[in-house]
């Protein structure tokens, strides 16, 4: 493949190429190399050869047993879906895409202060080959690491929180998308003061989104609604950011929460999950409201789409850390995000002095 793409032979690139891949996944693996002009150390990663002759295949199958199912079942619509993979599998599959979102990324956040991320530098990449600077830590669920080297879960609770709120919530932040388990790794690092003594790593940066602006404040405004238990306003944003009606409402409230409509009333942050609440969504589902999901999830924007699942993906990263705080603390990392964009937008509202009385009263008015 390297030949193939590059018009030349492995051997001019890399000194030394580990042969057996220190990870696979779908569409890729990651070989251990060492760059032949400087003897730096690298990760390789090369897609799977078959997938330039399988994935439109793939595609249209998909395609196709969607339309099918909707012919016969037409409550059950996941033309949409389909529409979504043809939008984000060929962009996963272009690896020069995923160097330059890396790159994108590692530069945004170069210029925000006291923040633990670590992207890998990208060397150079191909549709198909992607080289970058090889750092490696241990998986996010990894309690026994942390306890072994004194990292607290809290931290890398809120570290994280902080990272995925300022991609949402950040002025023309880029958003990673798949932050599961397998694309974020933690190592111990002593350089930096207790409790904050580890940096994360994030990987696999092959899918991403931007966020519309008005979309994001609309988000914001939502999610404080959402924190300070306020149903009028939470309903009033809903339709906002994705045109949910009152009667979708309390559905795409769990949705967004992850959480039972009935704690989402009474405020998401004073409690953690448990398995009885757990349980009772699993029946809700099995109970007809599958079919209310898959609508909803049709309509809403397909960028939104992508929120919510980044949005699950750090719920499931944050639950798995087992803090001692539970969720109290990265709803306090959420709100000061969104009163930050929110109050922003406040400020670009203003016009003339802000000590002039109108501006002032605004300002207040925002902050509080």
């Given at each position: 493949?390297?030949?193939?793409?590059?018009?030349?032979?492995?051997?001019?690139?890399?000194?030394?190429?580990?042969?057996?891949?220190?990870?696979?996944?779908?569409?890729?693996?990651?070989?251990?190399?060492?760059?032949?002009?400087?003897?730096?150390?690298?990760?390789v990663?090369?897609?799977?050869?078959?997938?330039?002759?399988w994935?439109?295949?793939?595609?249209?199958?998909?395609?196709?047993?969607?339309?099918?199912?909707?012919?016969?079942?037409?409550?059950?619509?996941?033309?949409?879906?389909?529409?979504?993979?043809?939008?984000?599998?060929?962009?996963?599959?272009?690896f020069?895409?995923?160097?330059?979102n890396?790159?994108?990324?590692?530069?945004?956040?170069?210029?925000?202060?006291?923040?633990?991320?670590?992207?890998?530098?990208?060397?150079?990449?191909?549709?198909?080959?992607?080289?970058?600077?090889?750092?490696?830590?241990?998986?996010?669920?990894?309690?026994e690491?942390?306890?072994?080297?004194?990292?607290?879960?809290?931290?890398?609770?809120?570290?994280?929180?902080?990272?995925?709120n300022?991609?949402?919530?950040?002025?023309?932040?880029p958003?990673?998308?798949?932050?599961?388990?397998?694309?974020?790794?933690?190592?111990?690092?002593?350089?930096?003061?207790?409790?904050?003594?580890?940096?994360?790593?994030?990987?696999?940066?092959?899918?991403?989104?931007?966020?519309?602006?008005?979309?994001?404040?609309?988000?914001?405004?939502?999610?404080?609604a959402?924190?300070?238990?306020?149903?009028?306003?939470?309903?009033?944003?809903?339709?906002?950011?994705?045109?949910?009606?009152?009667?979708?409402?309390?559905?795409?409230?769990?949705?967004?929460?992850?959480?039972?409509?009935?704690?989402?009333?009474?405020?998401?942050?004073?409690?953690?999950?448990?398995?009885?609440?757990?349980?009772?969504?699993?029946?809700?589902?099995?109970?007809?409201m599958?079919?209310?999901?898959?609508?909803?999830?049709?309509?809403v924007?397909?960028?939104?789409?992508?929120?919510?699942?980044?949005?699950?993906?750090?719920?499931?990263?944050?639950?798995?850390?087992?803090?001692?705080?539970?969720?109290?603390?990265?709803?306090?990392?959420?709100?000061?995000?969104?009163?930050?964009?929110?109050?922003?937008?406040?400020?670009?509202?203003?016009s003339?002095?802000?000590l002039?009385?109108?501006?002032?009263?605004?300002?207040?008015?925002?902050?509080?």
């Amino acid at each position: 493949m390297v030949l193939k793409d590059t018009g030349q032979p492995l051997e001019d690139f890399f000194s030394k190429f580990e042969p057996l891949p220190i990870g696979a996944a779908s569409l890729a693996q990651v070989h251990l190399a060492t760059i032949k002009e400087t003897g730096q150390k690298v990760a390789v990663k090369v897609q799977h050869p078959a997938l330039d002759e399988w994935a439109p295949l793939d595609l249209a199958l998909t395609r196709f047993t969607f339309s099918t199912l909707k012919r016969f079942f037409p409550e059950y619509d996941l033309t949409w879906l389909a529409e979504e993979m043809e939008i984000s599998l060929p962009q996963e599959l272009n690896f020069e895409l995923e160097g330059k979102n890396a790159m994108r990324a590692r530069e945004y956040f170069s210029h925000v202060k006291n923040t633990p991320l670590i992207i890998p530098e990208v060397m150079w990449a191909k549709r198909r080959i992607l080289v970058m600077e090889y750092v490696t830590g241990k998986r996010p669920d990894d309690l026994e690491y942390f306890d072994k080297n004194g990292i607290d879960r809290d931290e890398v609770s809120a570290a994280l929180a902080r990272i995925f709120n300022e991609m949402i919530f950040g002025t023309n932040a880029p958003l990673h998308c798949d932050p599961h388990g397998g694309n974020i790794a933690i190592r111990v690092n002593n350089a930096r003061k207790h409790p904050h003594n580890f940096d994360v790593i994030l990987y696999d940066h092959g899918l991403y989104r931007d966020i519309p602006l008005n979309l994001r404040r609309s988000y914001a405004k939502l999610w404080l609604a959402v924190i300070d238990a306020n149903e009028p306003n939470m309903r009033k944003y809903a339709y906002d950011v994705a045109g949910i009606t009152d009667a979708q409402f309390p559905l795409f409230a769990s949705a967004i929460t992850g959480r039972d409509y009935r704690v989402v009333e009474k405020g998401v942050g004073n409690v953690p999950r448990s398995e009885q609440e757990k349980e009772a969504i699993g029946d809700a589902l099995g109970d007809g409201m599958l079919q209310e999901l898959v609508q909803l999830l049709g309509q809403v924007p397909r960028v939104m789409l992508l929120i919510l699942k980044t949005n699950d993906l750090t719920r499931s990263l944050d639950e798995n850390l087992h803090t001692r705080q539970g969720p109290v603390r990265t709803f306090l990392i959420l709100a000061r995000y969104a009163s930050r964009t929110v109050f922003d937008e406040q400020l670009e509202s203003l016009s003339g002095s802000y000590l002039w009385p109108r501006n002032l009263l605004t300002l207040l008015a925002a902050w509080s």
